[in-house]
């Protein structure tokens, strides 16, 4: 079992910067592969970014290539999720996500544990 719980979301002008940080409980962190999601208003959870279990591979949304940094400190037990040059189409509850297995990064339904979530508001 892993629980994990976000933080570092708010209110900000469209070109700021954010740091969303997830916190996972438990000893086997370094164990699972993590991602970050986020989900406007509507049914669709969006796939933002991955982080290999070691931290040595990323991947990225198109939407937020260049824009948005994913680092793990297997130490900390913690993940983050460096947003800068914040636009308002990145309004969004943004989740992490913990994967146990090596399944697809993108899809929602290949992760196992999830956060609680935490809200991001960019005001244009």
């Known amino acids: 079992q892993v629980q994990l719980v976000e933080s570092g979301g708010g209110l900000v002008q469209a070109g700021g910067s954010l740091r969303l940080s997830c916190a996972a409980s438990?000893?086997?962190?370094?164990?699972?592969?993590m991602g970050w999601f986020r989900q406007a208003p509507g049914p669709e959870r969006e796939f933002v970014a991955r982080?290999?279990?070691?931290?040595?591979?990323?991947y990225y949304a198109d939407s937020v290539k260049g824009r948005f940094t994913i680092s793990r400190d297997n130490a900390k037990n913690t993940v983050y999720l460096q947003m800068d040059s914040l636009k308002s189409e990145d309004t969004a509850v943004y989740y992490c996500?913990?994967?146990?297995?090596?399944?697809?990064?993108?899809?929602?339904?290949?992760?196992?544990?999830w956060g609680q979530g935490t809200q991001v508001t960019v005001s244009s």
């Open positions: 996500a913990a994967d146990a297995g090596a399944g697809l990064p993108t899809v929602p339904g290949q992760y196992d544990y």
């Open positions: 438990g000893r086997t962190f370094s164990s699972y592969a």
């Open positions: 982080i290999s279990r070691s931290g040595g591979r990323t």
